[in-house]
């Protein structure tokens, strides 16, 4: 099993910046797909951004359309820590952003198929 606790949220202005991270237990985290989920206010949990094993150390990351070339996750496995580095931020971006792990199988943007999530934590976009 692995735990999961976000960080680095809070209050920007539109065009500003926010790194979110999320440091995870356990031993094993090279071997986890990871992603970032958010939850705008009032709308469902949609995906942001994923970084998935493909071999031994070897990752291939995916976006959403709405964040692709303004958004980067990246993954330091000496320190078990998830990043999204965002940029360029849109009022629409407001959401409370999560991070999510699986061990085994194929490739996901559904939040269902995420067995580990942590707690979330709020980024909000002001105009």
């Known amino acids: 099993q692995v735990q999961l606790l976000e960080s680095g949220g809070g209050l920007v202005q539109v065009g500003g910046s926010l790194r979110l991270s999320c440091a995870a237990s356990g031993r094993t985290f090279s071997s986890y797909n990871m992603a970032w989920f958010r939850q705008p206010p009032g709308k469902e949990r949609e995906f942001v951004s994923s970084?998935?094993?493909?071999?031994?150390?070897?990752?291939?990351?995916e976006y959403a359309d709405s964040v692709k070339g303004r958004f980067t996750i990246s993954r330091d496995n000496a320190k078990n820590t998830l990043y999204l580095e965002m940029r360029n931020l849109r009022a629409e971006d407001t959401a409370v952003y999560y991070c999510?792990?699986?061990?085994?199988?194929?490739?996901?943007?559904?939040?269902?198929?995420?067995?580990?999530w942590g707690q979330g934590t709020q980024v909000t976009v002001s105009s």
């Open positions: 970084m998935r094993t493909i071999g031994t150390g070897v990752y291939s990351a």
């Open positions: 999510a792990a699986y061990l085994n199988g194929p490739p996901s943007k559904m939040a269902r198929s995420y067995a580990y």
